[in-house]
């Protein structure tokens, strides 16, 4: 089970931190991602870590937002620095293929 939290309304320029907590799984042996999906657009990819550690991005994204993960609280992290409208949806964690939180709603707007 994963419960994703950190959400909220924020203005542009903002930040938000949304962490995703792991239960009742191994997680320190999964890749953890976080995808999100915007008001009439498909799921897309954010960005990846790595069971060993290493990060990837979507470009539009990159620079600007960062995943971390700490296996000793089974949680990953993605800390959202210079917020734009367009950053707005929900926010969904991933662990490996198949496993996927609820969504967090982030809103970014003035």
């Known amino acids: 089970q994963l419960q994703a939290s950190g959400g909220g309304l924020v203005q542009p320029g903002g930040s938000l931190r949304l962490s995703c907590a792991a239960s009742?799984?191994?997680?320190?042996?999964?890749?953890m991602g976080w995808y999100r999906q915007a008001p009439g657009k498909q799921r897309e990819w954010v960005a990846t870590?790595?069971?060993?550690?290493?990060?990837s991005y979507l470009p539009s994204v990159k620079g600007r937002f960062t995943i971390s993960r700490d296996n000793g609280k089974n949680t990953v992290y993605l800390q959202m620095n210079s917020l734009k409208p367009e950053d707005t949806a929900v926010y969904y964690c991933?662990?490996?293929?198949?496993?996927w939180g609820q969504g967090t709603q982030v809103t970014v707007s003035s």
């Open positions: 991933k662990l490996g293929p198949q496993v």
């Open positions: 870590i790595t069971s060993r550690g290493f990060s």
């Open positions: 009742g799984i191994i997680f320190s042996i999964h890749d």
